[in-house]
């Protein structure tokens, strides 16, 4: 007999009640369970290149934003900030590290659904002007940017996902749930306006389900219709179809689009072999615009020379393998997603940032990992960071 709109709401109502009541009475158990988690050991080198990497971050944003901290009078220290983050983001890690990663099961599906209640505000027009975008988002005292915290959550969702219905990953009907789902939080993300990021959630969705055994004709069918959809949404925005064009030949455009990447070419080619050594660059002042953000790589190779771009390249390169050998080593599938996809989150975020500073690709907004400057960024990579090392606390 089929239930009435009533009756389904009620019965509906009451599971969403029993979730909850279940959110919360994990609490003291997790709690709970944090002295114990201290006492295992966590992974210290995946810890210590994360540090290498922060300290690569703040020494070189140190160097890329003397120029305008100067002019400013010291009002903008971007190197202070970024330090303080760090600190803050290595704090977070270290708690979060306490927590045991089975515990997200049970909060995955809400921390979704908080996060695509902020996307749906700043779509809305809710949120807060960054960077000549409405990307942010402020709650009380607190500023944010709702795509960062979005990555981990879509992380654990997924991973929840996968690890729930495991027999279903090669189903037609996952493939059109995880394509569904990819398509509408990539717009949501697209329309604030920022392209990058959405490629990078989509690209992160997509490499999890190609984790977990999906048939690789739907990785295919997702591929071919993300990159269709890329190109729809660069020639729809004049100024997107803009860039693409700087991008094809950058010194034709120097005055408009071509500029930024232009100067980071120069940059790049100009660091040789040694570089010119830390502090000695020139394409800081006011040259290369955003270079403590998206462009900190063109000043690591125009001070650091190749070695210094070596260098960066092979701890990013340490750290993903690492963490597909945590993924690998993980006793059950929720640690093994939790684990590749923060492989696959931090191996997109590098490969953009580096296709964009050596114009391989259109300018866009792609920080570098650990390095570029920014709190939301940072803190919410430590943050999925410290879930990993939960996961390596509870390999052996």
């Given amino acids: ?87 803050s983001g290595l704090v977070v890690m270290y708690a979060v590290s306490l927590v045991n990663y089975r515990y997200y099961k049970k909060y995955a599906g809400f921390l979704m659904f908080v996060m695509f209640v902020f996307l749906t505000m700043v779509f809305l027009g809710f949120g807060t002007t960054y960077m000549g975008a409405n990307r942010g988002l402020s709650i009380g005292p607190v500023s944010f940017m709702p795509v960062e915290p979005t990555k981990i959550a879509v992380l654990l969702f997924m991973a929840h996902i996968f690890d729930k219905h495991l027999d279903k990953v090669h189903t037609l009907k996952m493939f059109i749930c995880v394509f569904s789902f990819c398509a509408v939080l990539a717009l949501l993300i697209v329309e604030q306006p920022a392209l990058s990021s959405g ?65 980071s070419l120069m940059a790049l080619g100009s660091g040789g072999i040694f570089g010119q050594g830390i502090g000695n660059g020139v394409a800081k002042l006011s040259y290369l615009p955003e270079s403590q953000n998206d462009y900190i790589f063109s000043i690591i190779g125009e001070e650091l020379g190749l070695v210094g771009c070596i260098f960066v390249i092979t701890a990013f390169m340490l750290l993903i393998v690492r963490l597909m050998k945590t993924a690998f080593s993980a006793k059950d599938m929720f640690g093994r997603m939790i684990s590749s996809g923060m492989a696959v989150l931090i191996g997109i975020q590098v490969f953009l940032n580096l296709m964009v500073v050596t114009n391989s690709m259109p300018s866009t907004g792609v920080s570098l990992p650990f390095i570029s400057y920014g709190g939301s960024s940072l803190i919410t990579l430590l943050m999925g960071m410290g879930i990993v090392l939960n996961v390596t606390r509870n390999i052996r």
């Avoid at 609490?27 to 002295?35: A, F, K, Q």
Wanted: proline share 3%; glycine share 6%; charged share 15%.
């Fill in 1 to 87: 007999m089929k239930k009435s709109f009533s009756e389904r709401f009620t019965v509906n109502t009451g599971h969403l009640r029993k979730y909850i009541y279940e959110m919360i009475a994990t609490i003291p158990h997790m709690v709970r369970d944090m002295r114990y988690e201290a006492k295992k050991r966590c992974d210290t080198f995946l810890v210590l290149i994360i540090i290498i990497l922060l300290t690569t971050g703040v020494v070189m944003i140190r160097s890329a934003s003397m120029y305008e901290t100067a002019l400013s009078g010291g009002n903008n220290n971007y190197a202070a900030s970024q330090a303080v983050y760090a600190l």
């Fill in 199 to 263: 490629i990078i959630v989509a690209g992160l969705i997509i490499g999890m389900f190609f984790m977990a055994g999906a048939r690789l004709r739907y990785i295919f069918l997702i591929v071919i219709s993300a990159v269709f959809a890329v190109g729809i949404f660069i020639i729809s925005a004049p100024w997107r179809l803009e860039r693409f064009f700087a991008f094809l030949d950058p010194f034709a455009d120097l005055h408009g689009d071509g500029w930024q990447p232009a100067q």
